[in-house]
């Protein structure tokens, strides 16, 4: 069982940044592939961004260019960095590990 708490939501104004947290219960050496997900209302949950153990990244087109994010292992936790901010990401922010485990989300709201 792995545990994840997120962090670092709230509300921006458009083009303005945001840096989401995802804390592990466990070592994220043990770990091979997290993410970040997203799901507006009325919206089913979408895919963000991955990393993998080795560092390799992958991103919704909608965010290449914009967002980005890393993993401290050492720190068992994982970062999502947000720049220019649209009002189109709002949306909770989940985290997940191993394609299975889920944190309770954080919400991220982006309006003037």
């Known amino acids: 069982q792995v545990q994840l708490v997120e962090s670092g939501g709230g509300l921006v104004q458009p083009g303005g940044s945001l840096r989401l947290s995802c804390a592990a219960s466990?070592?994220?050496?043990?770990?091979?592939?997290m993410g970040w997900y997203r799901q507006a209302p009325g919206k089913e949950r979408e895919l963000v961004a991955t990393?993998?153990?080795?560092?390799?990244?992958d991103y919704a087109d909608s965010v290449k260019g914009r967002f980005t994010i890393s993993r401290d292992n050492a720190k068992n936790t994982m970062y999502l960095q947000m720049n220019s901010l649209k009002p189109e990401d709002t949306a909770v922010y989940y985290c997940?590990?191993?394609?299975?485990?889920w944190g309770q989300g954080t919400q991220v709201t982006v309006s003037s």
């Open positions: 466990i070592s994220l050496f043990t770990i091979n592939t």
């Open positions: 997940n590990a191993r394609a299975i485990f």
């Open positions: 990393i993998r153990i080795g560092g390799t990244t």
